[in-house]
């Protein structure tokens, strides 16, 4: 019995990714499905959000429901660099990458001053390295996203600071898109700096800004760039009674929620964490936040080395809160995933095991922005070559 290639199509997209780059070579009927955009995008659309990890030699995909995890290798050409900050859209990872020097005593690296942008598909295993119009500095800001016009015209954001002739610094916003791998200048009036984020949503990118009102007053807000019109949109102020500022010692995270909206984390120290969500983004429509539930963690995870990294939406009332353990003389980061209830309290805990390991690890740099995990979703979106 031959199966009609519309029903064959649509079991392709159901099939996990990993299995799909598996079956490539099983008929040349499956090979041209899997090397169509039409595909690659409805494939990319229907599959789940998962977690990446990485460290200096492989990382991990994480599945929560069910329970699974997946180490790979890390292509040869990342191994020389520390990988810091990563922003996810479609698949691939935009990386900000330092390169590594000569032992010392305290981690095993002296880090030297030459950093890097890297994209990055982990289960194709390709990089791509971007050029910079000027050298890559400590401080400035990324963000990473796509023309909705042309889904697969990816761009990359960058705010750094510039000199010019008298010594005055001022911000310069920038562009490089993927299909002219060129950078240009993009003309914009910043009156606010960037302070977290990024989060790469439907092609947008939003982060955390701060607003200078005057000598005494700031204002915090979630500021956004589209790629398509190529301009920067205020979306919304942050909810009353977060603190988020550059002084706070605030665990503040902001996250994509189901798609289409926003989600703020705030863990002031000692204390429960709060979750706030937005209404959904829209073009017209006027955002707004809600609280969506407070958690209350047992003692261990409020009095230990923990960190929040971000909060993962399983289905229609499971939310995974992602929890790290740092163990810092081993540089390793213990990773324990807390599924919550509608009232906030944690249900189920769930923790990644692999051989010889009590917990799934990964090294994360001392440095920066230290996302060395993210919330990914596996695709089979190329890059350029």
């Known amino acids: 019995m031959v199966l009609p290639s519309d029903l064959v199509e649509e079991i392709l997209y159901r099939i996990p990714l990993e299995s799909v780059c598996r079956f490539k070579s099983v008929c040349k009927q499956w090979y041209v499905f899997f ?179 005057n000598d005494f007053q700031i204002e915090l807000l979630i500021q956004s760039f589209d790629f398509s019109t190529e301009t920067f949109k205020p979306i919304c102020c942050i909810p009353d009674g977060v603190d988020c500022s550059r002084w706070s010692s605030t665990t503040i995270v902001l996250s994509g929620f189901g798609g289409d909206r926003l989600s703020l984390l705030q863990r002031p120290e000692c204390v429960k964490f709060e979750v706030w969500v937005t209404s959904k983004l829209t073009d017209d429509g006027i955002v707004s936040w809600s609280k969506y539930f407070n958690v209350t963690p047992d003692p261990l995870i409020l009095f230990s080395d923990f960190r929040t990294n971000f909060i993962l939406k399983t289905g229609k009332s499971k939310i995974m809160l992602w929890c790290e353990e740092r163990r810092v003389k081993k540089k390793d980061i213990y990773i324990t995933f807390y599924e919550l209830g509608g009232e906030g309290e944690i249900k189920k805990q769930v923790e990644f095991t692999r051989p010889g390991d009590s917990a799934c690890h990964v090294t994360v740099p001392r440095w920066g922005d230290d996302r060395a995990c993210n919330v990914y979703v596996p695709s089979l979106v190329s890059l350029p070559e």
């Open 35 to 213: 090397n169509d955009k039409r595909f690659m995008y409805k494939h990319l659309d229907l599959s789940k959000e998962r977690v990446i990890g990485f460290d200096q030699k492989s990382f991990q995909l994480l599945n929560v429901e069910p329970k699974a995890l997946l180490s790979l290798p890390t292509p040869d050409e990342l191994h020389e660099y520390t990988i810091g900050e990563t922003i996810h859209c479609d698949g691939l990872l935009l990386c900000k990458c330092i390169e590594k020097r000569v032992e010392n005593r305290f981690d095993g690296y002296l880090y030297g001053k030459t950093r890097k942008l890297a994209v990055w598909n982990p289960v194709l295993n390709r990089v791509m390295w971007i050029e910079p119009s000027s050298p890559y500095k400590t401080g400035e800001f990324y963000g990473f996203g796509y023309d909705n016009v042309s889904r697969d015209n990816y761009k990359i954001l960058r705010i750094h600071t510039k000199c010019d002739g008298q010594g005055k610094l001022s911000p310069e916003v920038e562009i490089y898109e993927f299909k002219s791998k060129l950078w240009r200048s993009v003309n914009a009036t910043l009156d606010w700096d960037s302070l977290r984020g990024a989060v790469s949503m439907n092609g947008d990118v939003y982060w955390i800004a701060e607003k200078k009102i």
